[in-house]
């Protein structure tokens, strides 16, 4: 460390020689004094001596001036001796020798005395000196005097340190040249600092200065005025803390504070904001230590900071078979203990209001560096109305596949109402109204099946239908559902017939209920009514049980249509059967009759043409009357499900189709006909007039969707393999048939919408055509589209031809 300006240091030797020098000084100065008072003075000479007592009292020491006053006193009793006599004194030698050695001696103690103190004084303020030079070498602070003009005289090693100048640089100069202040930290200025330093004699505060090599320096400053013996001020003396690197790590400390505070007050933002519970956990005691407003208003009771995992019973959660949750089955117990991490667990709890909801738990552990869990985190949501909605859509599926299941709307709403069960009420009653308008027997269930029969026998017992003013009755005619929530006890009393409806109320539960009206078309079916045993119903158990009982309601009115359908295609049939079975005998005769008359006629009045030709015309319109009503009589039985024998024969299929032709050829001028078969005859066993009736039919659409005339063809053709079979295509190029159409061409009564209103027409043709061929092993289908003509095409299996068989 380089030296600082300081107090000159003059270190004063003290000489220890061995008391020789002062008592030899003595002897000199009393060899002196006697010479010059046997010479010179004549008088004899002591005082002189006393001069060299002093000196080595000062110099050597007590026993040294001891010495030189012996000497000294050996001195005087030899000069104020009475001259040749020695040792024998006058009066006044006696006393000049008594005021020496009374002196002496005593001027050597008093002497060594003061030189033993002023040398202890003196050693005592070396001490101090060093001390305080060591004090100024040692501090880290600056320690810098000046003068009262401000003029540095004492620089200690540490300012050279903090302000980068060596004491001899700035040794003399005025402190504001050196080291000037820039700025004050209370914003005072620099007279103000001058001022309260001449006033108060000290003035401290925070400034900033400037390092040697130009930067800026934060110093904690503190300056005071020193004072001489007269309480003059002499000067100041200031010590100054470098504090710039406390400062910035301050500063540092507190941007690092801010920046936690901020992530602090962002992280408790999000999780005040997040839709999700949130739960944090430290490990390994389980102590949960935050849990965010959301968790409390999904479990609808304040958060409870368990101090442990044990505690966390205190939340009461439960598996779907309705096991409670152990503490340590919660998620977030098992991220602490075994560090799993789950996710989207879903867990039933009972909520702080009693209900009961759904929750789904996502939790993870938090661990450290090393791989130990610290703590542990769980998100919550609440997915209660998602899961009932699940349930509920569910529930709408499989009271759908129940409803579409059957017909017999009777047994389906049964199975029904119990499928509401427990989902919808504890226990459910559904009564239908009848065609008629009276009540059917309702349908029951109960949670509790052996109860069914307590429900039953209170309906038994007071009909609802005795009672116009009963809630039910009241839906009935109103249309309109009714929902009571809760209901007392008073209410139940009020509402009970007598005690022991009352009692039986009470067994089945009864603490809310809604009466549901099925609405279907405007007409009110019947009524359901659903009751809980400890749920009070809200308005979104309404909407189920009204969309439940809208399905119900839907299905009952379809299967009382289908009934009613059902029925009216029976009596039809019937009536088809009757009509065409008891048409058919009278057309017999007239046929009969004509036949008759032909051949009577042809005999009886030849040359008559206008007779045979009306006699041909009945003929060929009883005939195809007759194909029309078996072509009824075939549809009727076939939708009656019954089965029609099929008289086969041998039937060559070329000529039953040209003959066709030629029939249809002569009722029309407008098209042409024609045939075009591979081979000239194809005999197999085929249903003759049923198959001639199938080609009509083909042959009479092909016409009649042809209004604007143009060519018809029919082509026979024989296949040989993979199947031997026969296949007729009958092709016209007239209206077509939408492609809508095409799929439901053969149903029955289905009529195209491009010919209805336009070409007249029942829709049944096609439909027994098919099934004609169909019974003779074949298929008949159609290729078409609008505006481009169709094509439809027999397939007939070829049989063989035993020689049996007698061709047509
Ligand atoms: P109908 O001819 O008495 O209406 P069909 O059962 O014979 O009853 O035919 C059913 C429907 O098929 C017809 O109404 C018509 O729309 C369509 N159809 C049948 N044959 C043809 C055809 N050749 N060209 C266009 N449409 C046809």
């Known amino acids: 460390m380089s030296t600082s300006l300081t107090v000159e240091r003059k270190r004063l030797t003290i000489h220890r020689w061995p008391p020789r020098k002062g008592p030899l000084i003595t002897l000199v100065v009393a060899l002196i004094s006697e010479v010059m008072s046997r010479t010179l003075l004549d008088i004899p000479l002591v005082a002189p001596l006393f001069l060299p007592i002093v000196y080595t009292a000062f110099r050597e020491g007590r026993e040294a001036g001891l010495i030189s006053a012996g000497i000294t006193v050996l001195y005087a009793l030899y000069i104020f001796a009475i001259p040749g006599q020695p040792l024998h004194y006058t009066f006044n030698g006696m006393i000049r020798v008594a005021v020496v050695v009374g002196t002496a001696p005593g001027l050597a103690v008093l002497v060594g005395m003061f030189k033993n103190r002023v040398e202890r004084e003196y050693t005592e303020a070396l001490r101090m000196q060093d001390y305080q030079n060591l004090l100024l070498q040692s501090v880290n602070d600056a320690i810098i005097a000046t003068d009262i003009d401000l003029q540095i005289q004492i620089w200690n090693p540490a300012s050279e340190m903090i302000y980068g100048w060596q004491a001899a640089q700035v040794q003399g100069k005025a402190i504001d040249e050196v080291i000037p202040i820039l700025r004050y930290g209370d914003g005072s200025s620099r007279e103000q600092a001058l001022a309260m330093l001449k006033e108060q004699a000290h003035w401290s505060g925070r400034v900033v200065q400037r390092h040697r090599d130009g930067h800026e320096l934060q110093i904690e400053t503190a300056m005071r005025a020193i004072y001489d013996a007269d309480r003059r001020v002499i000067g100041y003396v200031s010590v100054n803390r470098d504090i710039t690197e406390q400062q910035h790590a301050r500063a540092e400390r507190e941007r690092l504070h801010q920046q936690l505070e901020s992530e602090r007050a962002r992280f408790e933002a999000v999780l005040c904001q997040m839709p999700a519970g949130v739960a ?22 304040p958060f409870f900071p368990a101090a442990n995992i044990a505690e966390y019973d205190r939340y009461r959660g439960f598996h779907h078979d309705r096991r409670p949750y152990q503490a340590e089955e919660w998620p977030l117990a098992r991220s602490i203990l075994t560090g799993e991490v789950v ?98 027997r309702p349908a029951v ?151 008759f008359l032909q051949r009577r006629g042809g005999r009886d009045l030849p040359g008559v043409d206008w007779l045979e030709d009306g006699l041909s015309k009945i003929d060929a319109t009883t005939k195809k009357m007759t194909g029309l009503l078996n072509e009824l009589l075939d549809f009727a039985r076939l939708q009656e499900g019954q089965t029609i024998d099929l008289d086969l024969l041998p039937t060559d299929l070329v000529a039953l189709v040209r003959q066709t032709v030629a029939e249809y050829q002569q009722a029309t001028d407008h098209h042409q006909i024609s045939v075009v078969a591979d081979v000239p005859s194809l005999v197999g066993l085929y249903d003759t007039s049923r198959l001639e009736r199938v080609l009509a039919n083909l042959l009479s659409n092909a016409i009649k969707y042809s209004p604007d005339g143009g060519e018809i063809t029919v082509e026979v053709t024989q296949v040989a393999a993979p199947e031997a079979h026969v296949l007729i295509n009958v092709r016209d190029h007239g209206l077509g048939i939408p492609a809508n159409d095409l799929p439901h061409i053969f149903e029955p009564f289905h009529r ?42 027999i397939r007939l299996p070829l049989t063989t031809v035993t020689p049996d068989d007698q061709p047509l």
């Open 280 to 301: 944090i956990a430290e490990a390994p005691s389980g102590k949960l230590v935050l849990g965010n407003e959301q968790l409390a208003r999904i479990l609808r009771y």
């Open 343 to 440: 996710v989207d667990e879903e867990i039933d709890v009972l909520r702080g209001d009693g209900t009961t909801g759904t929750i789904c738990v996502s939790s993870t552990p938090i661990r450290d560096r090393h791989g130990n869990i610290t703590a542990a985190v769980s998100t919550f949501y609440d997915v209660t109305e998602r899961r009932r909605g699940e349930e509920h859509q569910r529930f709408l599926a499989q009271a759908g596949s129940i409803l579409a299941d059957s017909l017999d709307y009777e047994s389906t709403i049964a199975s029904v109402v119990h499928l509401a069960i427990p989902h919808l009420a504890d226990w459910c009653i559904v009564h239908l109204l009848g065609e008629d308008g009276t009540l059917q």
């Open 752 to 793: 195209a919408h491009n010919v209805v209103g336009r070409v007249r027409g029942t829709g049944i043709g096609l439909t027994s055509a098919k099934q004609i061929v169909e019974q003779h092993g074949g298929t008949l289908t159609v290729q078409s589209a609008e505006g481009s003509g169709s094509t439809f095409t």
């Open 445 to 595: 269930a109960h949670v509790n099946s052996d109860l069914e029969g307590l429900i039953r026998e209170i309906q038994r017992r007071r009909p609802i239908d005795d009672d116009p003013e009963s809630p039910i009755m009241e839906v009935l005619h109103s249309g309109r559902a009714q929902m009571v929530s809760e209901v007392s006890d008073d209410q139940l009393r009020y509402v009970s017939y007598d005690e022991e409806h009352y009692q039986a109320l009470q067994r089945l539960g009864f603490k809310s209920y809604m009466i549901v009206p099925l609405l279907a078309h405007g007409r009110t079916l019947g009524a359901a009514t659903f009751v809980s045993a400890n749920h009070c119903y809200t308005d979104d158990d309404l909407a189920q049980a009204a969309e439940l009982m809208r399905r119900c309601a839907l299905a009952v009115d379809n299967a009382r249509l289908y009934r009613e359908a059902q029925q009216a295609v029976r009596t039809r049939n019937e009536l088809i059967l009757i009509v065409s079975h008891d048409l058919k005998n009278p057309l017999s005769a007239i046929k009969g009759y004509a036949n």
